[in-house]
């Protein structure tokens, strides 16, 4: 799996679009969800924590922010 910023996978990682994405691990429970809606943005590690991909650039900003409202605990934000 190729993170965005291998020194920190799950954010905060600062995309093209000017857009701002982390995951609080703490909070994710690892479901899938954001993985499933934005999956160029958002994988599973090997402890079942949401990341930040290399890809992420290729998924539009209003397909992020859905991966961020549908995410069941809020463990996403974007800014
Ligand atoms: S939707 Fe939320 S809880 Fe589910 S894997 Fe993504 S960040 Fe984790």
Do not use: H, Y
């Not at 998924?59 to 463990?75: H, L, R």
Request: charged share 15%; proline share 4%.
């Amino acid at each position: 799996m190729a993170f965005k910023d291998a020194s920190k996978p799950s954010g905060p990682v600062t995309l093209e679009s000017g857009l701002v994405v982390a995951v609080d691990r703490e909070l994710c429970i690892g479901c899938g969800g954001c993985t499933a809606i934005a999956s160029n943005t958002f994988g599973l590690d090997d402890q079942g924590k949401s990341t930040i991909l290399m890809s992420a650039d290729m998924d539009a900003s209003t397909v992020i922010k859905s991966a961020v409202s549908g995410c069941p605990v809020g463990a996403i934000s974007v800014n």
